[in-house]
C-alpha cells in the first residue's frame, strides 16, 4: 500500500555551486521515497526556496544556468536547523557542451541519443571567423564548397547541401540556391553555438535532413543589466567589417539588438582582366530580440534582416565601334520573424513551441555597360530575374521530463511554402503538415532505446486520401536510437533510420528557355528516400585541475534511392531537366580525437568516406573514396592574457558525378590558419573597459587554384580545369570593445 505524504513542516532549501554562490533560478522537483508523487517547485533568483517536508525524497534538480550539471540528491535526515544545501557540479562545456536539437529542453550531448557536435561561441570568437563558413570550414566530415555568384555550400556525411538542413534557432532556412542555403550570409557574432547532428533528423525535421543538420543558436540576453558591445575587422584581400551590439535585462525581461555591415572591394587573381575571381560584395545585416522569463514559462519574441549586393562583371568585350562588358548586380534580401515558448506545465510535462514567418527576395539586375563612355543600359528582360520565396511555419513538442522508466515526446509541425519567379510556371504552393512521436524508455540504467516514427500529408506528391482531396498521405518515416552506457565516460549508440528530401518548388515548377538555358522543372519527381545506420563510440571524462579528454568514433551508411539531380537529357538543345536518378550510397568512418591542458588544448580528427553511384539498372556501379584530416592546437599564457590559435585542414581528393554517369576530380589541397589574441582591461575613469584583438593570418600557404579533371558545363557553371578555393594568403586585424 502506498504511503500517503504527510506535510508537517517546512523545509528551506538553497542551491548553490562550488564557491557557495547562488546559481539563479532552479526547477526543483521532489519524489518522496515509497510514494509515486511528485511535486515541483521553482527557487527564486537567490535559488532558494521552501518545501514541505517530505523526506526521505530525491530532490532533482534543473537549473536555468546551464553552466550547471542537471542533477538527482537522495535526502535522508532533516537537517536540526531545517535548511537543505544542495551544490551543483560545474558542466564542462568543452568536454560535455549543451545542445537543444531534436529535443523540448537542453540536455548535455552525453545524455542525448543522437552524435551531436557543439562549437561554442568561444571557438567561433578565436577562430576570427566572419560568417558560418569560416567555421565550419574548420571541421571534419565538413565539405565547403564555393561560387563566385551562388555563394558557399555545404557537403555532410557525403551528401551535398540539398540534403542538409540548415536552421537557425530551430527555424527551416529558405533561398536555396542550386540547393545550397549560402552560409557566408550568416554573421558569426551573434551566434551562441553551433550544432551540428550526423545523421538523419527527418522524423523530428522533416525534409532535408538526409544527411543530417546544421542548427545555429543565437545568443540571449541573459547577462543582468546593460551590456554594448562593438567590433571591427579588416584583411588584405579587400574585406572591411563593423558591427555593434547591445543587451538589457532587468528581472524577468530582457531586449537585445544589433547591427553591422560587411564589405568587400573583391579580388582578382588575375588584374588584367574585367572579371574578378571574387566578386564585390556589401553586406547589411540587423536584428532585435524580447525576451521573457516567467516562473514556469520562457518567451523569445525575434526578428532579423539581411541585405547583400553582389556586383558580377564581365570580362571586356570590343567590336569595331566599342567596348563594353555586362554588369550584374545580384541583390539578396532575408527577413525572418520568429516566437518561441518554454512553457512548464508540471513537474514532468515540458511544451515547447514555435512560430516562424520568412521571406527571401533575389533580384538579378543585368547590364550592358560601354567601357568608352561609361554609359549603362538595361538589357533585355530576359536577362532580369526576381525569385520571392515565402513560408510560414509552426511546430511544437511537448514531452517528459526527469529521469522515467519511460519517457515520451509529441509534436506537430505545418508549413507553408510559396515560390514565385519569372523562371518558375504553373507554380501551386507547397502545404504539408506532419505529426511526430516517440517514447524513450530506459531498460536498464545503462541501457536506453528510442523508437520514434513520423506521419505527413501534403498537397503535391503521394498517395491521395481520396479522389476528390488535394491532400495526399506522402511519408512514414520510422527509426529507433539506442544508448549504452558502458561507464560513467564510455558511451555506445546506434541507430537506424528512414530519412526523406520532397522536391523543391523549383526543382517542380522552374522553367527557363531562352538563347542560351533550356532548363525545365519536372512535377513527377518524387522525393529522396535513404535508409541510413550508424554507430558511435564515445569517451568523455573531466580530469582534475581542468584537465579532459574526449575520444570519439563514428561509422554511418546511407543507402539513398530516387536522388534528383539536374541532367543533359537531349544535348543537340542543351535541354535540362530534374530527375530521378539511380542510388547514392555514401558510408564511412570519423575518428576524434581532443585533449584539454591546464593552458593549452588541442583537436585531431578524420574523415574517410566511401561513395558509390549507379544512376540507373542498366548502368555500373561506380565509386571512390576522400578523406579529410584536421588538426587544431590552442595555447594560453594566463598572465599576459594572449592566446594562440592554429587550425588545419588537409582536403583529400574529391569526386562526384553528374546525372550522365560521368565523374570529375577535384586535387588535394590543405589550409593552415595561425591566430593571436590578446585581452586587457582598459582603464576609462572608474571603468574597466574590456578590449580585445586578434592578429591572424588566414590561408598561410596561399592556396589559390587547384586542378580539376572532368567538369562539365551546367546551367550553373561554366567547365574549367581549375577551381578558385581563396584569394590566397591573408592578414586581418579585429577589435573588439565591450561596455
Request: net charge neutral; charged share 15%; with cysteine.
Amino acid at each position: 500500500m502506498e504511503k500517503r505524504v504527510e506535510f508537517d513542516s517546512i523545509l528551506q532549501l538553497n542551491i548553490v555551486n562550488s564557491q557557495g554562490q547562488a546559481l539563479g533560478i532552479c526547477q526543483v522537483t521532489v519524489h518522496p521515497l515509497g510514494n509515486s508523487q511528485s511535486f515541483w517547485f521553482q527557487t527564486d533568483s537567490l535559488s532558494q526556496v521552501r518545501i514541505p517536508h517530505m523526506l526521505p525524497s530525491e530532490i532533482e534538480i534543473v537549473p536555468q544556468n546551464l553552466a550547471y550539471l542537471n542533477q538527482l540528491f537522495t535526502v535522508q535526515i532533516v537537517p536540526a536547523e531545517g535548511v537543505i544545501t544542495l551544490t551543483l557540479t560545474n558542466r564542462d562545456e568543452r568536454i560535455d557542451p549543451i545542445s537543444i536539437t531534436g529535443a523540448v529542453n537542453p540536455q548535455a550531448i552525453s545524455k542525448t541519443l543522437y552524435s551531436v557536435e557543439v562549437i561554442s561561441s568561444k571557438k567561433i570568437a578565436a577562430m576570427g571567423a566572419q560568417s558560418v563558413d569560416a567555421v565550419l570550414q574548420n571541421q571534419s566530415n565538413i565539405n565547403i564548397t564555393q561560387d563566385a555568384v551562388l555563394g558557399s555550400g555545404v557537403q555532410l556525411q557525403g551528401m551535398s547541401g540539398a540534403d542538409v538542413k540548415i536552421l537557425i534557432d530551430g527555424v527551416p532556412m529558405i533561398g536555396r540556391l542550386n540547393g545550397n542555403i549560402d552560409l557566408s550570409q550568416i554573421p558569426t557574432h551573434q551566434i551562441d553555438r553551433i550544432e551540428i547532428v550526423e545523421g538523419p533528423m527527418s522524423v523530428i525535421y522533416g525534409s532535408d535532413a538526409i544527411g543530417g543538420l546544421i542548427n545555429i543558436i543565437s545568443k540571449k540576453p541573459d547577462q543582468p543589466g546593460l551590456r554594448l558591445d562593438a567590433h571591427t575587422y579588416a584583411n588584405s584581400v579587400g574585406w572591411r567589417n563593423f558591427d555593434a551590439s547591445g543587451q538589457w535585462r532587468y528581472k524577468n525581461w530582457g531586449i537585445s539588438g544589433f547591427a553591422g555591415r560587411q564589405f568587400s572591394y573583391g579580388y582578382d587573381l588575375d588584374p588584367s582582366t574585367r572579371m574578378m575571381d571574387w566578386r564585390p560584395k556589401t553586406k547589411i545585416f540587423s536584428g532585435a530580440q524580447l525576451h521573457y522569463r516567467a516562473d514556469k514559462a520562457e518567451h523569445q519574441w525575434k526578428v532579423q534582416h539581411f541585405y547583400e549586393k553582389l556586383t558580377d562583371r564581365s570580362n571586356a568585350e570590343s567590336n569595331l565601334t566599342s567596348v563594353g562588358g555586362y554588369t550584374n548586380y545580384y541583390y539578396t534580401e532575408r527577413l525572418d520573424f520568429s516566437h518561441n515558448s518554454l512553457i512548464h506545465l508540471g513537474p514532468n510535462c515540458d511544451l515547447n513551441w514555435q512560430n516562424s514567418a520568412n521571406f527571401y527576395n533575389r533580384d538579378k539586375v543585368s547590364y550592358w555597360r560601354n567601357l568608352v563612355t561609361g554609359k549603362e543600359n538595361l538589357t533585355g528582360p530576359e536577362d532580369q530575374d526576381t525569385t520571392l520565396n515565402r513560408q510560414l511555419n509552426s511546430r511544437a513538442i511537448i514531452g517528459s521530463r526527469g529521469s522515467h522508466r519511460l519517457n515520451w515526446l509529441i509534436g506537430y509541425e505545418a508549413n507553408a511554402e510559396t515560390l514565385s519567379s519569372h523562371r518558375i510556371k504553373g507554380l501551386s504552393p507547397l502545404y504539408s503538415v506532419a505529426v511526430f512521436a516517440s517514447a524513450e524508455w530506459n531498460i536498464r540504467s545503462w541501457w536506453q532505446i528510442r523508437p520514434s516514427a513520423r506521419w505527413s500529408l501534403n498537397n503535391q506528391f503521394g498517395r491521395a486520401l481520396s479522389s476528390e482531396s488535394n491532400w495526399n498521405i506522402s511519408l512514414f518515416i520510422p527509426s529507433i536510437q539506442s544508448k549504452w552506457q558502458i561507464t560513467p565516460h564510455l558511451t555506445l549508440r546506434g541507430s537506424a533510420a528512414r530519412a526523406f528530401r520532397a522536391p523543391s518548388l523549383k526543382e517542380l515548377y522552374f522553367l527557363f528557355v531562352d538563347i542560351n538555358h533550356n532548363i525545365h522543372g519536372n512535377t513527377q519527381l518524387q522525393p529522396e528516400l535513404s535508409d541510413n545506420y550508424t554507430a558511435t563510440i564515445e569517451y568523455r571524462h573531466s580530469f582534475a585541475n581542468g584537465l579532459g579528454a574526449v575520444f570519439k568514433t563514428n561509422w554511418f551508411y546511407n543507402n539513398v534511392d530516387n536522388r534528383i539531380e539536374l541532367a543533359l537529357l537531349d544535348q543537340r538543345y542543351t535541354y535540362y531537366q530534374y530527375i530521378n536518378i539511380g542510388k547514392l550510397q555514401p558510408q564511412g568512418l570519423s575518428p576524434q580525437f581532443e585533449y584539454y591542458g591546464a593552458n593549452w588544448s588541442t583537436k585531431l580528427s578524420g574523415t574517410w568516406v566511401r561513395s558509390l553511384i549507379q544512376i540507373d539498372t542498366s548502368s555500373q556501379q561506380q565509386g571512390w573514396n576522400s578523406v579529410q584530416a584536421v588538426w587544431n592546437l590552442e595555447y594560453k599564457w594566463p598572465s599576459p592574457d594572449i592566446s594562440a590559435n592554429l587550425y588545419t585542414k588537409f582536403n583529400g581528393q574529391q569526386r562526384g558525378f553528374y546525372a550522365n554517369g560521368s565523374t570529375y576530380s577535384i586535387e588535394q589541397f590543405s589550409m593552415v590558419d595561425v591566430v593571436l589574441a590578446k585581452t586587457w582591461q582598459w582603464q576609462a575613469g572608474q571603468q574597466l573597459i574590456p578590449v580585445s584583438v586578434q592578429l591572424g593570418c588566414n590561408n598561410a600557404l596561399g592556396v589559390r587554384r587547384i586542378g580539376a579533371v572532368g567538369l562539365l558545363s551546367t546551367p550553373h557553371n561554366t567547365a574549367s580545369q581549375n577551381l578558385n578555393i581563396s584569394p590566397g594568403r591573408s592578414l586581418f586585424l579585429a577589435l573588439k570593445v565591450t561596455l
